[in-house]
């Protein structure tokens, strides 16, 4: 079975701000300073050949989606979410803070890079998602439950 049109346009997105978010990493003035972001760097890498890899494929099999699926979601999408955090962290820091490690503009500007990243993966691990069925549904509507259920507790 080919590829999904949605898929491949989804796939694309996520190829198109791969590159910037890499560079970003790698052009932070803290980066030779911090191995996890060479760590980070190699992560992102790897899942943008798994892109390929499935982009290229002529019928991409169901255990390479689901092995995508898997990495976009488990792998890389908490990978830019702590990304973010770390940056909005530096973006609050007072000029004089010894900690901080890059500027708080480059910080934010990284940031709206990255959200654009998260965006096209959220969007991929949707495209991924097989197609909603009775039990998906259940699961869904549990999990919604769930949360109004924490919303009300809260209150």
């Given at each position: 079975m080919p590829i999904d049109p949605k898929l491949t346009q989804s796939i694309n997105q996520v190829l198109e701000r791969l590159p910037v978010v890499v560079s970003d990493i790698e052009q932070?003035?803290?980066?030779?300073?911090?191995?996890?972001?060479?760590?980070?760097?190699?992560?992102?890498?790897?899942?943008?050949?798994?892109?390929?890899?499935?982009?290229?494929?002529?019928?991409?099999?169901?255990?390479?989606?689901?092995?995508l699926q898997s990495t976009a979601k488990n792998t890389i999408q908490p990978l830019v979410e702590s990304l973010i955090s770390a940056n909005v962290v530096i973006a609050k820091m007072g000029q004089l803070n010894t900690h901080r490690t890059i500027?708080?503009?480059?910080?934010?500007?990284?940031?709206?890079?990255?959200?654009?990243?998260?965006?096209?993966?959220?969007?991929?691990?949707?495209?991924?998602?097989?197609?909603?069925?009775?039990?998906?549904?259940?699961?869904?509507s549990k999990q919604f439950d769930d949360w109004l259920l924490s919303l009300d507790n809260k209150n």
């Open positions: 932070r003035k803290d980066y030779a300073k911090n191995t996890e972001f060479a760590a980070d760097v190699s992560r992102l890498n790897a899942f943008k050949q798994q892109l390929l890899i499935v982009k290229d494929a002529p019928s991409p099999s169901p255990a390479l989606l689901t092995e500027e708080p503009k480059d910080a934010i500007d990284h940031n709206a890079n990255m959200a654009l990243l998260q965006d096209a993966i959220q969007t991929l691990i949707v495209c991924l998602t097989p197609a909603s069925g009775s039990e998906t549904d259940d699961i869904l």
